[in-house]
Every structure is written in C-alpha cells, then in structure tokens.
C-alpha cells in the first residue's frame, strides 16, 4: 500500500507509525476511537445550511453563499475532497459574483470534525486564496484542532482506500 498518496512530505517515521497502523489494522480503531459517529448533514439544503451557519459565526463580513452542494468525486478538480469556486458575471450592467463551495460526497458518512473541517478550508478562501500562514490561522481560528483533524480525515481516506468503512 503505497500511504505517499496522502502523506507526501511527511517524516519517515510518522510514514513508519502509518504504515503500522495499517498492517496491524488497527487504523479503524484510531479513528473509531477518536470519532465515534458519523455526522448526519445528509442533503445538500442541510449542508448549505450548516455551511452558513459557520460562515455567520466566523466570517460575517464575507461574500454571501450562492450554493453548497456535496458533488461526486469526479466532478470535483482532481484530488481534492472540496472546491472553493468564484463567478463574477455582467448581468443588465450590474456585476453579480456566487460564491459557491462543493464538498465530495465521499464525506457524507465522514465524522463531523471531517466534515466541518472540509468546510472551513473552503471558507477561508475567502478571505485568502493561497495556502499561505495566513490562511491557516484563518482555519485554526475557525477550527482549533484543524491540523490534526486534516491529518485525521487523511487516514480516514487511507481507511476508504483499503475498502473498509468507519461505520
């Protein structure tokens, strides 16, 4: 099992620690562990309201949300598990912009501090486009255990990737 796919750039011996969790499938049970159910925002009229609410409560001054949607994998850019898009159209001399954010349905039986991770990357490109330091102060504003949540939704692909489910 080749873990580089979602862990490149990481210390050998954390590669080593992964790696033993898989042969030892014991993966599941880290992460069962530490998320012990799923989330249950299953539609996308659910999703874009919990995206909102989180966009009200750290972003006020943010573009409004046009639509969020969970989208199969495929249609989102490759390798990415969201999408942060900006339209900005002419329409009768006025320039109208959506925002809109696409979150891949592999997250919908994903546990909540996934998902609302997920979320709140894609929310802070708002306010910052590139992956730079502001930006993740941004997220671990929003989510103070950002880092290890993305780690943590890293192995939970892995997981997905050995054909097992976390529920």
């Not at 880290?30 to 009200?56: C, E, R, V, W």
């Not at 709140?120 to 929003?142: D, G, P, S």
């Amino acid at each position: 099992m080749n873990i580089l796919k979602y862990f490149k750039g990481y210390p050998e011996e954390v590669l080593n620690q992964i790696e033993g969790l898989v042969q030892s499938d014991k993966l599941k049970t880290y992460l069962i562990t530490k998320y012990p159910a799923p989330h249950n925002i299953s539609s996308d009229k659910l999703l874009f309201q919990y995206t909102n609410g989180l966009k009200q409560q750290y972003l006020k001054k943010a573009p409004q949300l046009s639509k969020v949607i969970y989208e199969k994998q495929k249609d989102i850019v490759q390798s990415a598990l969201g999408n942060h898009t900006f339209i900005s159209r002419n329409h009768g001399g006025k320039l109208k912009s959506k925002h809109e954010i696409r979150v891949s349905s592999t997250l919908k039986k994903a546990p909540m501090e996934m998902l609302e991770m997920l979320i709140v990357h894609e929310l802070a490109h708002f306010k910052e486009k590139e992956h730079n330091k502001a930006f993740y102060n941004l997220c671990t504003y929003m989510q103070e255990d950002y880092h290890q949540v993305e780690f943590d939704l890293r192995l939970y692909l892995l997981l997905i990737d050995l054909g097992k489910d976390l529920y």
